[in-house]
């Protein structure tokens, strides 16, 4: 399996910068996520790694060998499109025996690879029809057995999910993360979906506007994003940002409510916002404030989602701010009833108001 | 605003039967999901009752009057298509104001033009008017999408699956938005989809469609709480319900392929021989002193809670944990399963009442 | 190409272009084609070169063997053309060469000893055939498109079998079916007319103008019509406001290929007319003249035959490769 590098990697349209210069390095078996909005870059890059698209600058090597002015065939890489890319006047075996075909394999080496394959993806009751009558999950196995049955070096996605119904989306994910710790192949995958990237990413890159955010594993993106857009981007609904006033160890919220910071967090506050306003940004996510009678903060129902297992209330902290709280389904909350929450203090964070970056905090567990 | 009443609408198309004895009714100001796969019948519905299709059998009504022999101008709905519905030669501006400039309404101009900028507010596009609807953003084209059906003030809203094409971040956005839209204007909705979370979220009321037949109508929590078929159980929730197939003996209910029992009081009162039992993996728990032994066969983190894929004999069962694990796979660990919301059904997919 | 997969081009690339395409080989590939296409468009227009050349040609320059490719320009093609001409006797030869007063023209055919009679028949030809064409292109186009519109949006019975029976009539070789149409045109009395050619031309465009509408129409979603309906338009209006703008590259097309039928149509032209509806495709090459054929004015004739369609496929162009490629890619 290989290992991917991109040194400095960049691609331009004209003036427009479409992916800035960007360094990644994935290792052996690593699957790594390229994950933001449309348009920031990340379906650009991967066709760069693949070839389907030159580099403006930089280099990319796959396996120690510097690959990128190398043909797109010459990389042993199988690219997963979002839309199947199946030839429809073939039967699914054909699809799938085809690239092996191409390459002028022997006829048993063929039937054993194409065996293997189906048995994984578990497809094979559809060798024999055409993919014009599949379901859109089947039509995506097949052609996740048509890229397999190369066995190449690394696996490219582009949003392969895309265009599956959600509940199918949900299987789909599953099986293709199964697969990947089955086969241990090197897999880039493209998507904006950042459910997706959680489930199934050993590391993923977050991309917004050209730009790299940030690249941390699932845990270290959803607890400690590096900025603003990465903590606004991860999790449904992203973190709560209030802009808040930070004095002498306590953070005035809207509304009349007061949060008290822990020791741990003063001296990277007073740091960060010498010669400032005393203006931060406290984040935090609905499932770190817990809604209790006892609660110190409080805040008005807006709204009240029911999300099967849990309920997602929107609460108002004060006519503009509007914070989400998770909560489960035993109490009800009605709307423009008042609502008390306490925040873990453990898991909160704080953003810089002009920069937008993570303050981080000195302590031995960061 | 009205109220709308679907009675036993029948529709085919040469060989296929999309919409079999369709029938629901939506209160005025009601916001109704319709939710259901790819190919349920949904987009049909919509077309029926807006006019574009004409049903083989049943009536549509509005505020009880039938309305099968207006044509779609004359019912006064507005329909929301999922792309293909923004004028791409014209600007924003023109595309809100077609709605308005229809030779059916005779709008004055000076009409024209507060009612779009209104529209454009209560949508935060303003700024965006004088463009032309080709260099406009996935969220933004929806935005004016859903801008073109507002302006009219129609008595029903018609909605295609208009969150569809939108990244998952936006989708999440313009879903609150949407509601709390509707919620203002109290507006009549039926909207269409294939995400359960947007009908669990955003409908007061929900069908579930499937091959052109209802099989369930509730509200949210009847649709989660009482699932009325396997179907409807497997298709609500994520992640998706463990259904595992079961049966009785001597009062204690044993779950096929697994070590799973349950000393259960049901068992005593005439089960089928052979049943399914429905588990919502919120309700499968590790715990180091669980009843159950399985191995963990994928772990998911989503940061907020983990799935867990736990191999118990032949079954795999998902279980939903808050938070992070420090679990791995292969992991041998114990389970217990949580009895309070057990969902059983009958071999033919129907649900059993307890 | 070892050192080009070392060191890539040379410059960097900020276009949308795979990396198979930057390669050394590719650029020549690029360039091979590029000059291939070159050389056969020249080797195509070498017929039409030789036509212009030959229209400016003397009589004797127009019929040398070899043939000759520098000359000095003459006008007796294009006089030719547009006068009819005699022969005049000795006497009159004569008498001719003395006067002063002659106007270009007239000059021009004293050289080879003729005097001009008075204008041709080439300019009303010209008139007929701009006439004809138009108006059968006209209604070809717009009966057309509303056919086409109505197989694509409505469900029609037996909507397949009548689209292949208007694609049939294509089927036809036009010249089976001029003697029966000759004898129907004269019994009906709408031989030499413009009614009857118009007529005819109509119903043969109208059987390819229904066939390529609709592959446009079919490419415009019906959702926008359909949004409209909702909204409160009538079909019509939905149909001018929406249908029209989006298929005006697809009429475009479709109206240069009618045109350009109908105007260099031959046979029936020549069987169907007499004096009065005659067009011009017929009546270039019996240009005879006194002596044998006149090179000349055939290609002069020819020439000023081809600039008016080539003027609207130019005007076109951008419409008619839009219009060509449309229907290929299905998402």
């Known amino acids: 399996m290989a290992e991917i590098e991109l040194r400095q990697v960049e691609k331009k349209f004209g003036d427009l910068h479409a992916v800035k210069p960007m360094d990644l390095t994935i290792n052996h078996g690593e699957f790594v996520v390229l994950l933001g909005p449309s348009g920031c870059g990340k379906t650009t890059t991967l066709r760069m790694i693949s070839g389907l698209e030159t580099v403006t600058g930089g280099t990319i090597w796959l396996n120690g060998r510097n690959v990128t002015w190398r043909h797109p065939s010459e990389r042993d890489i199988a690219f997963v499109f979002q839309f199947y890319a199946l030839y429809p006047h073939l039967t699914v075996r054909q699809n799938i025996a085809f690239p092996l075909e191409s390459q002028g394999e022997s006829r048993e080496t063929i039937e054993q690879r194409v065996k293997e394959v189906v048995d994984l993806l578990r497809i094979g009751h559809l060798l024999n029809l055409r993919p014009g009558s599949l379901s859109g999950g089947d039509q995506q196995r097949v052609a996740l057995a048509r890229a397999l049955v190369r066995r190449p070096e690394a696996f490219l996605m582009d949003e392969p999910l895309g265009s599956l119904d959600a509940e199918f989306r949900e299987t789909m994910r599953a099986e293709i993360k199964r697969l990947h710790i089955e086969q241990h192949a090197t897999t880039v995958y493209v998507t904006h979906d950042q459910i997706e990237a959680l489930a199934m990413g050993d590391r993923i890159v977050v991309m917004s506007d050209a730009v790299v955010q940030q690249i941390g594993t699932p845990a270290e993106v959803y607890h400690k994003p590096a900025n603003l857009f990465v903590a606004r981007f991860i999790g449904s609904p992203g973190m709560n940002l209030v802009t808040v006033q930070y004095v002498d160890g306590v953070v005035s919220m809207p509304g009349t409510n007061k949060l008290a910071v822990p020791p741990d967090w003063r001296g990277a506050l007073d740091e960060a916002l010498v010669g400032g306003s005393g203006e931060v940004i406290v984040g935090f996510r609905p499932e770190a404030a817990l809604a209790s009678e006892h609660g110190t903060l409080v805040g008005q129902v807006y709204a009240s989602d029911m999300h099967g297992a849990y309920t997602m209330l929107h609460v108002n902290l004060n006519e503009y701010d509007i914070v989400h709280v998770r909560s489960d389904r035993l109490v009800s909350f009605p709307i423009g009833t008042p609502v008390h929450f306490d925040i873990n203090p453990d898991m909160v964070r704080f953003f810089d108001l002009k920069t937008e970056m993570a303050i981080t905090r000195r302590s031995a567990s960061d | 605003m009205t109220n709308v009443v679907l009675q036993n609408i029948t529709k085919r198309f040469r060989t296929v039967t999309a919409l079999k004895d369709v029938s629901f009714s939506i209160k005025d100001g009601e916001f109704f999901v319709l939710l259901g796969p790819t190919g349920a019948g949904k987009t049909t519905t919509l077309r029926v009752i807006a006019g574009l299709t004409r049903q083989d059998e049943g009536s549509v009504l509005f505020d009880e009057e039938p309305i099968d022999n207006l044509t779609p101008a004359d019912r006064d709905v507005a329909f929301v298509f999922q792309q293909y519905s923004l004028y791409p030669t014209m600007t924003v501006f023109d595309n809100l104001a077609f709605p308005l400039r229809s030779p059916m309404r005779k709008t004055p101009e000076p009409e024209i033009r507060t009612r779009v900028e209104q529209t454009a507010e209560k949508l935060r596009i303003e700024h965006l008017l004088e463009r032309k609807t080709a260099h406009l953003s996935g969220g933004e084209m929806q935005r004016v999408t859903i801008g073109r059906a507002i302006v009219r003030d129609p008595r029903l809203f018609l909605m295609d699956e208009p969150l569809s094409n939108l990244d998952a971040k936006l989708r999440e956005a313009l879903r609150v938005e949407l509601k709390h839209l509707q919620k203002t204007q109290g507006s009549t909705t039926l909207f269409v989809t294939h995400d359960q979370i947007e009908a669990l979220t955003m409908g007061d009321l929900i069908a579930v469609l499937n091959r052109g037949r209802i099989l369930q109508i509730g509200t949210p929590e009847d649709i989660y709480d009482r699932p009325a078929t396997t179907f409807v159980a497997t298709l609500v929730g994520t992640p998706r319900i463990n259904m595992l197939k079961a049966n009785c003996e001597n009062s204690t209910l044993y779950v096929t392929g697994s070590t799973i029992r349950l000393p259960i009081p049901i068992c005593e009162e005439g089960m089928p021989p052979s049943f399914l039992l429905g588990l919502r993996p919120e309700d499968v728990q590790p715990h180091s002193g669980g009843e159950f032994p399985g191995e963990i066969a994928l772990i998911e983190p989503l940061g907020v809670e983990t799935i867990l894929h736990i191999k118990s004999g032949e079954q795999t069962l998902l279980s939903l944990i808050p938070g992070l694990t420090d679990l791995r796979m292969g992991d041998q660990v114990r389970f217990n399963i949580i009895r309070e919301r057990l969902h059983y059904f009958r071999q033919d997919g129907t649900r059993i009442s307890v | ?331």
């Open chain 3, 1 to 331: 190409m070892a050192s080009f997969a070392e060191t890539g081009p040379g410059s960097p690339v900020v276009e949308s272009i795979r990396v198979d395409q930057v390669t050394p080989r590719a650029k020549t590939g690029l360039w091979a084609r590029l000059i291939g296409a070159v050389v056969i468009a020249a080797i195509m227009l070498i017929p039409v070169a030789w036509m212009t050349m030959t229209a400016i040609k003397s009589r004797p320059d127009a019929v040398a063997s070899p043939p000759k490719v520098f000359f000095v320009p003459s006008l007796d093609g294009f006089i030719g053309l547009f006068a009819d001409r005699s022969q005049l006797g000795p006497a009159e030869l004569a008498e001719y060469q003395q006067r002063t007063d002659l106007s270009l023209w007239e000059e021009q055919a004293l050289v080879r000893g003729m005097k001009i009679l008075g204008p041709s028949q080439f300019v009303g030809r010209l008139r007929n055939s701009l006439i004809i064409s138009s108006a059968s292109t006209v209604l070809a186009v717009t009966m057309g498109l509303l056919a086409a519109y109505a197989f694509s949006r409505y469900e029609i019975p037996g909507k397949g079998d009548l689209l292949f029976f208007i694609l049939s009539t294509r089927m036809l070789p036009a010249v089976v079916v001029t003697i029966p149409i000759f004898l129907m045109y004269r019994a009906v009395g709408l031989y030499d007319t413009h009614i009857g050619m118009i007529l005819l031309y109509t119903a043969f465009n109208l059987s390819f103008s229904v066939w390529l509408l609709k592959g446009f129409i079919d490419e415009i979603p019906k959702e926008y019509e359909e949004a409209a309906l909702v909204d409160g338009y009538s079909r019509l209006q939905a149909f001018r406001k929406i249908v029209l703008p989006q298929a005006v590259t697809g009429i475009a097309a479709t109206a240069v290929f009618c045109l350009i039928f109908a105007w260099n149509e031959y046979a029936f032209a020549l069987m169907l007319t007499g004096d009065k509806a005659r067009t011009a495709p017929p009546s270039i090459p019996s240009m005879l003249g006194v002596g044998g054929i006149e090179w000349g004015s055939i290609a002069a004739g020819s020439l000023l035959f081809l600039i008016p369609v080539v003027i609207v496929t130019f005007a076109l162009r951008r419409y008619l490769l839009r219009g060509v490629t449309f229907g290929a890619i299905r998402q």
